[in-house]
């Protein structure tokens, strides 16, 4: 249906075609099994702070403007997608009017805040606790299920066959919540592992040696390509492992755009060698 990574023109591209509310963050098309979650940094200032938790999740605020947030309309429709059968589909804004596709979401559990709104009173709000799947069906993933939650013991020793694998895998349709939240760690500390075994020891931006060895190795630090809130989504094609000074360059430097763009172009032919290894393995 959409393609992760790809922008579209909101209005054009997606309501033309599905309807739905055409504005706002939460989209529920009538005749289309699917919702449209749309994240911005707009609307920081009226108390919607969207962003990734240390626990992978990540926390999308809900619906309403002005007052409390009641569990109803857009907000509702979130919490009860799987009882509806309906898909949710994650957009983050990009430019005015442009929104790239980041993948499909499942709504784990929620909470609920005291935070200002657009009139700067304090009301309460719900903060949902979302899991962003990126990941592309190709021979990795199809089919690959976690039924419960898993140690992060468990990654230890692991291949990085075996770790791509773990940050990609899905949960199963009837975990519980707890195990649920506990999968989504698991799978973030595997695209960890598994993009700092991929580079080798090398950043994979400058492509030089990481500058000096820490307790656990090579020392590089993730790097997210997608926005996201500057977390972006947990997926071997969204992460790179770089070297301090490549990975505040990412972030602050006036070519940060060109050198986020190379670093997509480099994650991808990162991939492409693994996935080609892969096939040489199986043939």
Avoid: W
């Avoid at 449209?36 to 108390?47: M, R």
């Avoid at 999308?60 to 949710?88: F, L, P």
């Avoid at 430097?253 to 693994?274: G, H």
């Amino acid at each position: 249906m959409f393609e992760v990574g790809k922008e579209y023109r909101r209005r054009t591209e997606i309501h033309s075609k599905f309807k739905g509310q055409a504005q706002g963050g939460i989209s529920t098309p009538k005749e289309y099994p699917v919702i449209f979650l749309f994240t911005s940094d707009q609307g920081e200032q009226h108390g919607y702070i969207d962003h990734f938790h240390s626990d992978g999740t990540f926390r999308y605020t809900g619906e309403g403007q002005v007052g409390d947030m009641k569990m109803e309309a857009g907000n509702k429709a979130i919490r009860d997608h799987k009882d509806s059968n309906k898909v949710i589909h994650f957009f983050e804004y990009t430019r005015r009017a442009y929104v790239r596709y980041l993948g499909e979401a499942e709504y784990i559990t929620h909470h609920e805040e005291q935070r200002p709104d657009r009139e700067g009173n304090i009301r309460k709000v719900i903060v949902f606790h979302m899991d962003i799947n990126s990941a592309c069906t190709n021979q990795l993933t199809q089919g690959t299920t976690v039924c419960s939650a898993k140690s992060l013991k468990d990654l230890s020793g692991k291949s990085i066959d075996e770790l791509r694998i773990a940050a990609i895998e899905k949960s199963s349709n009837t975990p519980s919540t707890n195990d649920k939240v506990m999968h989504t760690y698991y799978r973030s500390e595997a695209i960890k592992l598994y993009v700092k075994e991929r580079a080798k020891g090398k950043c994979e931006g400058c492509n030089k040696p990481a500058p000096f060895i820490a307790k656990k190795g090579p020392y590089l630090e993730c790097h997210h390509l997608y926005r996201l809130s500057d977390g972006g989504p947990d997926h071997p094609n969204n992460v790179v492992a770089l070297c301090p000074n490549c990975h505040r360059m990412a972030h602050f430097s006036l070519t940060a755009k060109s050198f986020n763009e190379q670093l997509i172009f480099q994650a991808k032919q990162a991939e492409n060698i693994i996935r080609q290894l892969n096939n040489n393995k199986n043939t």
